[in-house]
């Protein structure tokens, strides 16, 4: 018999006991927030220019579903030219989308280079020979 490791055994070894008097944390309701304020990325623009986006790019950029996501590839983390680049945009499906944002995104230090190649390697996978269409950032009119 093999030996079969899962999470919860390697957490059980390596997480330590929580204390008796444990109280939760107040959870944050976002790791970070943009000041809305100032640079309010998630704007009418965006939503505007999401949906131009998803138009003209109506595939997932790595399986055959459809694009419901515009992600960034590089995690912008509130930085507004990393947040409008549209060299930094790509088409996903949820499910593409969720898979990379929780395996190459939500680290300390975002696994760039790693989350490029595991969708290189995917889109070879299905056969996807699909090219970003690059649009304008602000349409006219
Ligand atoms: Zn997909």
Known sequence: MGKKRDVQSVNSKTMPKKPKNYKPLQRKAKKFTF????SKPYDSEWQKYRRRFLYHNPNCY????QSQVVDHIKTH???????????????LCTACHNYITGKFDRHK??????????????????????????????SKG
Request: some cysteine.
């Open 35 to 38: 000041n809305r304020k100032r």
């Open 62 to 65: 790595i399986c055959p579903n």
């Open 77 to 91: 983390k509130g930085d507004r030219e990393l947040f409008v680049n549209t060299q930094n945009h790509l088409p």
């Open 109 to 138: 230090v975002q696994l760039l280079q790693e989350k490029i190649d595991w969708i290189n390697k995917q889109k070879e996978q299905f056969n996807n020979k699909k090219k970003v269409k690059v649009l304008p950032y602000y």
